[in-house]
């Protein structure tokens, strides 16, 4: 089975802190997603990755940024935390990009920012 | 990207069948229509995927409308665990989904 791990399930860091979120998939996926899910909006795509050393914006990308080292990690980065980036963070992977592909999501970071 | 709408919330009796249906007038020729469903506390799972033809597997069968517009997610006998968020979402060939509000199941006994 496809085994999506992250590095914490909750997680409370302070206004202006740097926060690291680990992604890290064991089926040598190419590609790699981080999601925000928040009541009411469903999920929404921060950053994509589709091989390592590079990546794509999604539909929220502002106040955070990603890094694709290697190929089985893909981190979330918030570069200065803020109160409004307290949400539920998602991680998933998928084979390729294909339109029959299936994403493989982690159990979820909940992340208070205070 | 394409956009799905989903009924904000369906309610069924246990060990009833349960029908979920999701618009997406706008998919094109190249879409595939995915269905996942999340559990309390836990990331959204696979549950079954088409392109145009009706597809059945252990889970789940979903049918698809012939001009492809909507779909349905059939759970041919529902359980209390079957109670979770449904997301109907689109796939493009470039691997990128968009995941809408989804549709939240409760089962009453």
């Known amino acids: 089975d496809v085994k999506v791990t992250q590095s914490s399930r909750y997680l409370v860091k302070r206004t202006g802190e740097k926060v690291f979120l680990e992604c890290v998939q064991d089926?040598?996926?190419?590609?790699m997603f981080w999601y925000r899910q928040d009541p009411g909006l469903g999920l929404r795509l921060i950053y994509f990755?589709?091989?390592?050393?590079?990546?794509e914006k999604g539909d929220i990308p502002e106040g955070y940024s990603v890094s694709r080292e290697k190929k089985e990690r893909f981190s979330l980065i918030l570069e200065s935390a803020s109160t409004n980036q307290t949400s539920m963070y998602l991680c998933a992977s998928s084979s390729q990009a294909r339109g029959t592909d299936t994403q493989y999501f982690g159990p979820g970071t909940r992340l208070t920012v205070l | 990207d394409a956009k799905t709408t989903q009924p904000n919330s369906m309610e069924s009796n246990e060990e009833e069948p349960v029908h979920l249906p999701c618009n997406h007038s706008t998919i094109s020729g190249t879409d595939y229509i995915h269905w996942y469903r999340q559990l309390p506390s836990q990331g959204p799972e696979y549950v079954i995927h088409?392109?145009?033809s009706n597809v059945n597997n252990r889970m789940a069968s979903l049918a698809i409308a012939e001009d492809r517009k909507s779909s349905t997610l059939i759970l041919h006998r529902a359980t209390l665990r079957d109670a979770a968020v449904y997301y109907c979402?689109?796939?493009?060939?470039?691997?990128?989904?968009?995941f809408g509000d989804g549709t939240t199941l409760t089962v009453k006994p």
């Open positions: 990755s589709y091989d390592v050393k590079m990546k």
């Open positions: 088409g392109l145009t």
């Open positions: 979402i689109l796939n493009t060939n470039a691997g990128k989904s968009t």
């Open positions: 089926m040598d996926h190419e590609n």
